[in-house]
Structures are given as structure tokens and as C-alpha cells.
């Protein structure tokens, strides 16, 4: 939907939105930046948004303040969540595994469930929840008893009960029994890639069409530098994101070594950084250790608003996604990339990742593909070369991500009511 076309919200109290998740800046996790930039969103298109969510101290997570300003500007009213028991934070950690089902914030339901009823939930167009954390989906479950008419959109940015990473058995039959629920009380059911809406639509015949869209993850150009980007006196190629388990760094470095002995002239001219948490051992090994000393570097977790200046001054952006057959999962870390306006190479499966790649006119691989990963890395490096700045992609393709768009969707929802 293009940005341009901006829905006006209706006049009174239906130009009021309540948005409730437990990841909300200033907690450090992928899904704080989502809910933030959904936020600001629909302020901008005129919306008043007040925030329902968890406190930073409510588990242990990391903290970081660089999207506090940012969300303070675009909220009307923020209620951060504490349990309504707490078994002391000693106490909780001996308990861990037993408050941790399906996820960390499953101790905040009941004081979720008061805080929207308090918040009179028919005051609003609606309320919209963010997932994961999943836990908050059954808390609105119990509030639609109360208000069966609430327009209630539940959007997912990772499959549910369909994830195929969740490694847990007790998790998996959680999600399995609260997933359905969800789904029969949402009004409408989103998704941010089409192929995890492909597989509830297949699971749950239920679930109608029309009660299900696709709302992909959303940049915001206003959190970027406005100033030019930075000239590196190397190509620098950077990846920000934790790698682990399938999620590996080891096919770039095969790829990269087999490039260099090939074209010895770029031994000089590429940095390479990898910016994240990084599994111990992966920098290790035959892989790495056959690029020339001094190439790869490694920076461990920086705040996000450092993150986005870091993808805006490097030359190449690298995806790096888990070594399966296909994928379902479109990690934001891909629009964050697109906000940056910097060339990307997606080495990535089948999938929702790749078909957006591929989409935008990235150079893509599957991670078992060290021949196509190589010659990715050397158009890209190339390109750079002749040209720092030039034109990369489909840029109408890579604009229709902003942040406007993907609240516009969210609320012509609001707007229609029920299907």
C-alpha cells in the first residue's frame, strides 16, 4: 500500500488505538523494535496509541535506552506490567523452567487481563497485540468474553504453534492448545510473511481468508542518519544479528576463501564484520581460519539505534539465515537492512527471506550453496567498487516497507470492523 494514501481515523474516541506486547523498549529483544516502529506508525497517521506492556524488570533481559525517546514521542499513555504474584526474583530463578511455559512473561496474564479491562477496551477502534511473546495472545482471549464485539487484530511476527525451531515438547503442546483459541476470538489474524499465513490457513480451516492479512515488518527512514554515508577505506561487508546452532557464519567464510584464492587482489580491500552474540566456536575452525588475519572482526550486542547507523555506513549488508530446506521466518533484521538503503546479499533457504531477496534484486544463496554465495559476494564487492552509492535495487519495492505503509494496513482493519 503506498504511503501516500493515508487513512484519517474516525472523529471521538475511535481515533484512540491500545496496542499491547511484553517487548517494548527499553527491553533489548528483536521484537522491541517491531512493536516500537508499529507504534509510531499509527501515530503518524493520527492515531492516539497508548501501550500496554512489560516492565523491564519484570524478567531477565537485557536492557537498552536508545528507542525510549523514540517511543515517549509516539504514545499517548505506556502501563508497564508487573505479575500480580511475585514469587521474589531468588525464587523465580530456582523456578525458572515452571514460570517459563510457554515463555517468560506468562506470570504477567492476570495482571494483563486488568489492565486492559481497566483501560476500557470499547473506548478504542481496537486493540492490537504483538507476538511473540505468544503469552500475550490468551490474555485477550479472556478480555473478548467481556467485549465479544472488540475488534481484536492478533498479529504474529514468528509462527506459533507452527515454529519449526521451538525445540521444547511442553511449549509446542502450550502453543498447540492456545493457538486455536486465538484464533477463533481475533477479529482479524496477521502475519508478517505470507508463507506462516500459508500454514494457519492450512492447519486451522476455520479461519476464514478474509479474517487474515499479511503485514510484513516496516522500517522507519527518521531512525537512520540523515547525514552521507561514510566512505570505508575497505568494502566492508557486515552482518548484525546472533548466530547460532543452523544460523552459522561458516558457509560466508568457505565462500569468501575460495573468492580470495581466486581474485587475490581483494585481500587487501574487504573488511568483514560480524556484529551480535556469536555461538563460542563458530570463529574458530578450518573455515575461518583461512582468511587473511585481520579480516573478520567481531563486535558483541550494541544498541539499536547503533545498529541502524552501523548498516547505513557499511558497503554490503549480509543476511544469514539457518541451514534448512525452507523457511517460513522473515526476521526484521531484513527491513531494518532496507531502512539502511545499503546493497544486501541474502544468504538464506527457501523462503519468506529469500522471495523478499529475490524481490528487491538481491544476489541470493542457500547456505549449502558455497559456489552461489561466492559469486554473490563478488558481483556485490565488484559493484562497490566501480561504484559506491549506485542504485542496488528495486527502490519502489524497498520503499513500500516504510513504516506508514504497514500501519495503514492495520488500520483500514480498524477502520472496517469485522468481516
Partial sequence: MSSAARPVPAAGTQSSVLVVGYAFPPIHVQMSPVMARLVAGLHRLGYAVDVICADPGVWYLPRENSLVDYVTAHCRRVQRLVPSRSLGRALAHRVRRLRD???????????????????????????????????????MVRVKRDYPDLTWIAH??????????????????????????????????????????????????????????????????????????????????????????????????????????????????VQLELIGLVEPG????PAAEALPPGMVRHRETIPYGESLALMYDADILLVIEADVVATPFVPSKVTDYMGANTPIIGIAPAGGCREILDRLGCPTAAPDDI?????????SIDAVLRNRGAAWCDDAFRRSFDLVSGAAVFASLLRSGPP
Fill in 101 to 139: 511455559l510457554p515463555d517468560c512473561m506468562e506470570q504477567l496474564q492476570d495482571s494483563a487481563v486488568a489492565a486492559v479491562l481497566a483501560a476500557g477496551p470499547s473506548s478504542y477502534a481496537g486493540v492490537i497485540t504483538v507476538s511473540p511473546f505468544h503469552s500475550v495472545n490468551p490474555v
Fill in 156 to 269: 504474529f511476527c514468528d509462527p506459533w504453534a507452527g515454529n519449526p525451531l521451538e525445540p521444547r515438547w511442553d511449549v509446542r503442546r502450550w502453543n498447540l492448545w492456545r493457538e486455536p483459541q486465538t484464533l477463533r476470538a481475533a477479529t482479524y489474524v496477521t502475519h508478517s510473511s505470507p508463507q506462516a499465513l500459508e500454514m494457519v490457513l492450512a492447519a486451522y480451516p476455520f479461519l476464514r481468508p478474509e479474517r487474515t492479512r499479511v503485514i510484513p515488518h516496516v522500517f522507519d527512514a527518521a531512525l537512520y542518519p540523515s547525514r552521507p554515508k561514510c566512505h570505508n577505506a575497505k568494502v566492508t561487508l557486515r552482518s548484525l544479528g546472533t548466530l547460532f546452532g543452523r544460523r552459522t557464519p561458516r558457509p560466508l567464510f568457505l565462500a569468501l576463501a575460495r573468492l580470495l584464492e581466486r581474485r587475490p587482489d581483494l585481500r587487501e580491500r
Fill in 371 to 379: 559456489v552461489g554465495i561466492m559469486a554473490a559476494l563478488e558481483v
Fill in 282 to 285: 563458530m570463529l574458530d575452525g
